[in-house]
């Protein structure tokens, strides 16, 4: 074959494949994220990425407004069956991906929780929504606290934050009260697992042993979880760390006055035996019981206000005064750490505290 009519032939081939690609296209034009993700362009020219921290006050509408994104009752009815996004919380983050070039909105990001994010896709017709779990790494983390000043500035230069400070309180809740007992100069060594992501510690998981040295005592625990699901804290000695009393029925809070035979009572302005503990803490606060026992007492009493009563096994009883709202009734046997009511300040009370 000559080789003129060799290039011709070779220049229709191309020319009908081309052709026939281009009526597959126009047949099916594909939406902007499947050219986007077909054809990637530099992320930073084409698609942005903004993020809203909710202030008291804004609505999901209302800040949708702020970003020029329309069809905000489409994307609640989208989201709806996953979350209420007019039930937005402050302090939480909207991430905003749109396309740089219009500000046409692609997707919408809201936290739901640590593991849990809303992810919602507006359309011009309509818009769809999904719930998207976090994937971690996890890996195993050794961390050490030394309390040169508050224990909550010490765990936090650790890289602990509140809820993991809670959970070592929670640890030794049997044998040292967080609140009023730790000492300048204690130390703490954790070994947890952690959870990454993109090589990046996110949060600790899973606590394994924790050894506090305060006061001149060292205290061991190590986490043993038993053939029926069971968690426990036991001593290197295998015995548990578990006892029958809580060292305190506040997780957190501060004494503010002690177990005195005589006291100046604000109130009533005399002196009167103080037999019992003031815990300071903000009204609503949880009051847990100490021991399992049956509740002996719901209900006011004189200038102890709200007053729960509780008897232990043996001959202990312990009292809880001033309280906001009492979660419990007469005859009901309740466990140790069981929540039995709030922090107030009923009856003889100046501000709010648990006696």
């Known amino acids: 074959m000559p080789l003129n009519r060799i290039i011709l032939s070779s220049i229709m081939v191309v020319t009908i494949a081309v052709l026939t690609q281009g009526l597959r296209t126009s047949l099916a034009a594909p939406s902007m994220e499947e050219l986007i993700l077909a054809n990637p362009p530099e992320p930073t020219r084409m698609v942005q990425r903004q993020q809203h921290k909710i202030q008291k006050g804004e609505t999901f509408g209302g800040i949708m407004q702020q970003y020029g994104i329309g069809g905000v009752d489409r994307i609640l009815a989208a989201a709806r069956p996953h979350f209420d996004l007019s039930r937005i919380r402050v302090g939480k983050t909207l991430t905003i991906r749109s396309l740089q070039a219009t500000g046409a909105p692609l997707t919408i990001h809201y936290p739901l929780d640590e593991d849990r994010t809303l992810v919602v896709q507006p359309g ?26 508050t224990l909550w500035d010490a765990a936090l230069a650790a890289g602990l934050r509140p809820s993991d400070i809670v959970r070592l309180a929670r640890v ?165 750490g069981q929540i039995i009511g709030h922090v107030g300040a009923t009856g003889l009370a100046t501000g709010p505290h648990l006696h």
């Open 172 to 336: 030794f809740q049997w044998e040292v009260d967080f609140n009023t007992e730790l000492r300048t100069g204690a130390r703490m060594t954790l070994v947890a697992d952690e959870l990454l992501r993109e090589g990046e510690s996110v949060r600790l998981d899973t606590y394994h042993a924790v050894r506090l040295e305060n006061a001149g005592e060292i205290y061991t625990a190590i986490r043993h979880v038993s053939s029926n699901g069971d968690e426990g804290w036991y001593g290197p000695d295998g015995k548990a760390r578990k006892r029958p009393f809580l060292r305190s029925p506040l997780e957190f809070s501060r004494v503010t006055s002690g177990f005195t035979r005589k006291r100046f009572h604000p109130v009533l302005k005399r002196n009167r035996p103080h037999l019992g503990t003031d815990f300071g803490a903000p009204r609503g606060t949880p009051i847990r019981a100490v021991g399992d026992g049956v509740i002996s007492h719901s209900g006011t009493s004189g200038g102890y206000g709200k007053l729960v009563k509780i008897n232990h096994s043996g001959p202990y009883e312990t009292r809880y005064a001033h309280l906001s709202r009492i979660l419990v009734r007469h005859g009901q046997r309740v466990k140790q």
């Open 124 to 149: 011009e017709y309509g818009a769809s929504a999904s719930v998207e779990e976090i994937t971690y790494e996890r890996g195993v983390t050794r961390r050490a606290i030394e309390m040169t000043g």
